[in-house]
């Protein structure tokens, strides 16, 4: 099996992608988080997150039940073993949506999982999408705004720590070329030799390794006001 990461800065497409990526590569499972923040709009318990007290996830804490956890907002996030388990005891892949703090632990604890950073074309993009979603949820606060921005700037300088660059311009392309990481992954899983369609899907996803980001990730960084070297 292989364990996929995701993260991104709040605004910068992930949750679209994911879902779109959910859609269309079978044997994709998805680890649903525990979180003591509370449920937003439509989301129910058990579906987004297992929405828990702070009292519950200590508990759950104290017992060693989460593969990493973090503090995010002000609120406890954290992925139970069980799935990692039982993806695995399915032989199905596994895809955790986590921040930067939980990707640091589970590089430590499995290296060979494989991470993707999602960036936003540049800050003001990122600034748009921030607004245009809290309107469409009739949740438009400046400050909220603000603070993701800051935190998005500080979240990026991680990006060094990521195995593939994706950045998130337009959204058919980034769903495809999110596909062809998962199946990149698989397709050199498989040891065998490739077809040329096969080719081209890991060509696509080898485009997005940190490594040969280049020019275009030197361009959003400079939006940010972020140096091109980054923080491992
Ligand atoms: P995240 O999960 O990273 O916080 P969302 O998936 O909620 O972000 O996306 C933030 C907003 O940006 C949403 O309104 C979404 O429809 C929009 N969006 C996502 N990807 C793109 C894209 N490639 N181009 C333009 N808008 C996008
Ligand atoms: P939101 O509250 O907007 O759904 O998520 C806020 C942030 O928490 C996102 O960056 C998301 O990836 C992260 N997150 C969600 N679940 C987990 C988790 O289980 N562990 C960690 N470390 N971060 C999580």
Known sequence: MSLFIISAPSGS????LVTELRKSVPGLEFSISYTTRAPRGSELNGRE?????????????????FLEHAEVFGHYYGTHRRFHREAEARGHDLLLDIDVQGARQIKEKIPEAVSI?????????????LRRRSEAEKMRSEEVIRNRLETATREIENYPAYDYI??????????????????????????????????????????????RAGEQLKRV???????????R
């Open 166 to 211: 994706l950045i998130n311009d337009r959204l058919e392309q980034s769903i495809d070329t999110l596909k062809a990481i998962v199946l990149a992954e698989r397709l050199r899983g498989s040891g065998r030799l490739l077809g040329t369609e096969e080719q081209e899907i890991v060509d696509a996803a080898e485009r997005c390794r940190q490594e």
């Open 49 to 65: 997150y297992y929405f828990v007290t702070r009292e519950e996830f200590e508990r759950m804490l104290a017992r060693d039940e």
């Open 117 to 129: 950073f999602v960036l936003p074309p540049s800050r003001e993009e990122l600034e748009l999408r």
């Open 221 to 231: 960084l400079a939006t940010f006001a972020l140096p091109a070297s980054g923080r």
């Open 13 to 16: 497409g992930k949750s679209t």
